[in-house]
């Protein structure tokens, strides 16, 4: 399920690669997408900014795009993909509130908000 296994030639021993999908949105996730996109896409990018060095960017859009397009709900930006590739997209309600959250393993440090990180 978008793992990858590979042999080093060196040891011959296998080993796990990241998840091979652009990333993976949670059911709830698409769910909320669904609801806030009226018919069209929510759409990721990532920009320099934030407390972490960078900063991912939500927004919401009509039509399609060039660029890669998730479970037919979300625009992931050209620019982005090499930030987030094999993140999990999820929708979490919690006391304070609602969000999208991205559970990134390329991420070596996030913010407390989580809404910034450096890689």
Do not use: R
């Amino acid at each position: 399920m978008g793992q990858c296994f590979s042999i080093s030639f060196e040891t011959g021993q296998s080993f796990e690669l990241i998840n091979t999908h652009m990333v993976t949105i949670t059911e709830k996730a698409k769910e909320y997408m669904q609801s806030v996109s009226n018919g069209g896409y929510v759409t990721l990018g990532v920009k320099g900014g934030g407390c972490s060095g960078f900063q991912y960017t939500w927004g919401l859009s009509e039509t399609k795009t060039n660029d890669e397009i998730v479970d037919d709900i979300l625009i992931l930006d050209s620019l982005a993909v090499m930030y987030v590739i094999g993140s999990k997209i999820d929708y979490v309600t919690e006391l304070g509130g609602s969000f999208l959250t991205v559970v990134n393993p390329l991420a070596t440090a996030q913010c407390g908000c989580g809404e910034s990180f450096s890689v």
